[in-house]
Structures are given as C-alpha cells and as structure tokens.
C-alpha cells in the first residue's frame, strides 16, 4: 500500500490545524492518488525542479482545489494527470492501477477556451469524439444536452467569435465532459475573464457539478474561487512546489453569492490569504 493511500484522510483537517493521518474507511477508496511525485526539467543552467515528492489524494465525486503561487508547479500538476507528462520519480494511480498515458476518464478544461473558430458550439463540443474516431451521431444527442447544461440552449449552432468569453468557456466545459470523465481537471478556466462573469461562472460551475459529479481537480491562484467551489483546498508552497496544507472547506452547499459575506467564508479565505504571507 503507498504511503499516500496509508496518510490519506477521509475529510481534510480543520482550517489551522495540522492534518491527521489515517486510512480511508469503507467507500472512501481513492480515484487519484500521486505518491512521492517529483518533475525535474533540463535547462541550460542544470535540472529545474518543479514539483518535489507530491502527495496528493482524490475521492471520487469530490471537488478539490489546488491553490497556489504563479510558478509552483500548478500546470505540471495538470500535465502529470491528463497523462501528457510522466513523473521524474514518483508513482500516479487511478483508482490504485499505475497511469500510462492520456486516459479517456480524465477531461481538461483549460485557461483559454482554444475553440476551433470555424466550427460551431456543437462541433467544437463534439471535436473529442472526432479525434477518438466514435460514432459522432451517438455522441451528438449528449453533446446538444451538455451545452443545454451549461447554459448555452439556443447557441448550439453559434460560432465562437459570436460567443463572449464566459459563453465561450461554457462550450470548453462541455467538451472537457463529453466523454462522462471520472476527474475534470481545470486550469485556471476563469483567470481571462472579468471579476463579474467570474462570479457568475464560478456559481454555474458549482450547479454543473452538483448535476453531473465527476471529480474535479481545479488549479487556481484565487482564493475566493477555491473557498467557494471546493470540499478540500490543497495548498501548495512556491518552487519546487508541494503541499504544504490540506484544508477543508465545510460550508453547505449549494452556495450563492451570499455565501462570499459568510462568516465562515471570510475565515477561510483569511486562513488562507495569512498562509500565503507566511509562505511568501
């Protein structure tokens, strides 16, 4: 048994506290599990490190944010788990099997939309099914309900430059989901658009989530949108990064735009925000 799967918590501690190692209980096996992983880059001047002997555990239909400094490693995260980069040392297992490779169970949703501009929203929602060479007429009822889901009903036929960026990211979300992944991971998917469709977006994430429940692994360097959307929020230290606190987030949900004057809310966010002074 790894040393993740040995230290893993059922609920993340208390926000100040240290956390308390113990195994999980019954149904609470792990969906993702990185033991020990480190990523060093060649350069010019000798080894980078970008990651150092990250720990890191995902239950199924949990929503964990991984909260850190510009530099920390947060997109090599992203690569390691979408299977475009293996470790320098270190294991990843879904669901305990070793990864290799890009996995059909993982969607990305990424800090720009990157929709093709000559295909519409329900081409571009499509375009992962093209690309695995599926049946495009199976896929097409789902892809039509997707973008219905999150809000984009009546636009399936529109072009991207007829779309505004918080509707072009709409249509990204709903091809990271076509294919019904077991983990969405998403990098910073709102860090382009204003403090305004932010909000919003970040509370039509929550509803889509609540509906659909994949897992979801979201990398940010905002602290309201990891307090709002998360169960747990992973704090990860600067270069070379690795978690440095694992907090959990227990406010109820669903959670509305009162929810950011919450007490608890500020707490946590406060909690946080003096973690990173500390740290930086």
């Excluded at 294991?91 to 305990?96: A, K, N, P, Q, S």
């Excluded at 990305?108 to 049946?135: C, D, H, M, Y």
């Excluded at 991971?185 to 970040?202: K, W």
Aim: with cysteine; glycine share 8%; charged share 20%.
């Amino acid at each position: 048994m790894s040393s993740v799967r040995q230290a893993v918590r059922d609920e993340a501690a208390p926000a100040g506290q240290a956390p308390a190692p113990r195994r999980p209980g019954p149904g609470k096996s792990m969906l993702l599990e990185l033991c020990g992983v480190s990523v060093s880059y060649p350069s010019r001047r000798g080894p980078v490190l970008a990651l150092d002997k990250l720990d890191l555990a995902v239950q199924p239909s949990s929503f964990v944010s991984v909260l850190g400094p510009s530099g920390c490693g947060k997109s090599t995260l992203v690569k390691l788990v979408s299977g475009l980069l293996k470790p320098t040392t270190g294991t990843i297992e879904f669901d305990g099997v070793p990864a290799s490779g890009a996995r059909d169970d993982v969607g990305v949703a990424f800090q720009q939309a990157a929709l093709l501009p000559w295909k519409s929203a329900l081409e571009n929602v499509l375009l992962p099914i093209r690309l695995t060479g599926k049946s495009v007429q199976t896929a097409a009822a789902r892809a039509r309900s997707l973008l219905d889901l999150v809000g984009l009903s009546g636009f399936h036929d529109r072009y991207p430059h007829e779309l505004s960026g918080g509707m072009q990211q709409r249509v990204s979300l709903a091809r990271s989901l076509i294919r019904d992944p077991s983990i969405l991971v998403m990098d910073e998917p709102f860090s382009a658009l204003d403090a305004m469709t932010r909000e919003n977006m970040m509370i039509e994430l929550q509803r889509i989530w609540l509906e659909t429940r994949p897992s979801v692994l979201f990398i940010t360097h905002s602290i309201q949108e990891a307090v709002f959307l998360s169960d747990r929020v992973v704090v990860m230290s600067g270069r070379p990064g690795k978690v440095i606190e694992d907090v959990a987030i227990d406010l109820p949900r669903p959670r509305d735009v009162h929810t950011l004057a919450d007490p608890r809310f500020v707490e946590l966010s406060n909690h946080l925000r003096d973690m990173f002074n500390r740290e930086h």
